[in-house]
């Protein structure tokens, strides 16, 4: 799920990925709005206020929707950064260390949220902002920009665009192709859906607050270990059957 790239992806990889990380993206996005008020998870929003406060000379308010802006852009930066700069590495999984910032970022508001009041929350806004821009970037990469997790926009587009061509017989030859991209598309929507139902009920009536983020954040650290665990296996399997054969 996170170390095959490339060629070696298949639709099955891609669902895995997109299941989980729209999930945790989900769960941010409902949880950032309710605590703070404002969309954590995308900057699309951020950037017509942006325009809005400076049009109107409320530079000071404009300049907080560009610090949201810059967040999301530097954690996409960073992500893809450390993974160019570790992909020589052949054996390290390149993408761990994206993943493990981002899930910090999240724990760690959820756990100093027990402990004093929040008072800084432009500073916590960008912070979820830096770490969905980290996801955003990683899964991108590892899926040759085919699965984005942390906004709606560019899915819906695409989907409706996927839709239409279903509606051309010379395309028959496509069809295959068109209903493997319908059908990620379609979980992603759903399960971003469905877990910011999860985060809200979570936020609001267990009452975890922005412990919330902290149930994300183990959700993905144990897919990302899964993931490992997994892949040594087959490696092991592998190299078993390499030796009975011998």
């Not at 590495?89 to 009041?117: A, D, H, Q, W, Y």
């Amino acid at each position: 799920m996170f170390r095959h790239q490339g060629k070696s992806r298949t639709l099955k990889h891609n669902l895995r990925i997109a299941t989980i990380l729209s999930f945790v993206a989900g769960i941010v996005n409902v949880t950032g709005y309710l605590a703070f008020k404002q969309l954590t998870t995308n900057v699309t929003g951020h950037f017509a206020l942006f325009i809005y406060d400076f049009a109107n000379f409320d530079f000071w308010r404009g300049t907080i929707y560009f610090l949201y802006i810059f967040s999301f852009l530097f954690g996409s930066f960073l992500s893809s950064f450390l993974i160019e700069k570790y992909r020589e590495n052949k054996r390290l999984n390149v993408f761990v260390l994206p993943t493990v910032i981002e899930c910090l970022v999240l724990i760690s508001i959820g756990v100093i949220s027990n402990f004093m009041e929040l008072e800084y929350t432009n500073l916590l806004i960008c912070l979820l902002l830096f770490a969905m821009g980290v996801q955003n970037s990683f899964v991108t990469k590892i899926s040759d920009a085919v699965v984005r997790t942390t906004h709606l926009t560019g899915l819906f587009t695409d989907l409706g665009i996927d839709l239409s061509l279903l509606c051309f017989p010379k395309l028959a030859n496509q069809k295959k192709l068109l209903k493997s991209n319908i059908k990620l598309r379609v979980y992603i929507i759903l399960f971003f859906f469905a877990c910011g139902l999860i985060g809200g009920f979570l936020y609001s009536e267990i009452d975890l607050k922005l412990n919330t983020l902290i149930f994300a954040a183990l959700l993905l650290l144990a897919s990302l270990f899964f993931d490992d665990f997994r892949s040594k296996v087959i490696k092991a399997k592998r190299k078993y059957n390499q030796k009975r054969n011998i």
